[in-house]
């Protein structure tokens, strides 16, 4: 038998096989190019803006900014539970408020009211 019989022999035998890693070896190619185009085609970064060299070496960067206040909240009240022994309250918008019960609600002014009657501020809340 000569070696072209021979490498037909063995085709035949592992036909499958062959057909089975030369479809994974086409299919990672086409993968492979179908990405890299799809990399070519993105929008590049356009920066609209230009850097003020000037103002930045003369110490009036973006870090020498005045600091803002944080924004105050507009509901000032706390409220209480009736039913609770630990003498705690919450502001309105921790979720401690709104585990508590509408007829069990102990609501004050403010702050100081609270702790004047002998409450303090729950853990969880800030």
């Known amino acids: 038998m000569n070696i072209l019989a021979k490498i ?9 096989d062959i057909f089975l890693g030369f479809c994974i070896i086409l299919i990672s ?12 085609n993105k ?6 803006g230009e850097a003020n060299v000037y103002q930045a070496a ?8 005045p600091k803002t206040t944080p924004v105050q909240p ?3 009240r706390v409220v209480a539970s009736k039913a609770s022994t630990t003498k705690k309250y919450h502001f309105t918008w921790c979720a401690g408020a ?8 102990l609501w004050f002014e403010n702050e100081s009211l609270a702790q004047k009657a002998g409450y303090t501020l729950a853990g969880n809340c800030q």
């Open 8 to 16: 037909l022999n063995q085709v035949k035998l592992h036909q499958k």
């Open 29 to 40: 190619t086409i993968s492979f190019n179908i990405g890299r185009i799809n990399a070519l």
């Open 43 to 48: 929008t590049p970064i356009k920066i609209t």
């Open 58 to 65: 003369a110490g009036n960067s973006v870090l020498n900014k």
């Open 74 to 76: 507009k509901d000032l």
């Open 98 to 105: 709104k585990q508590i019960k509408e007829a069990n609600k």
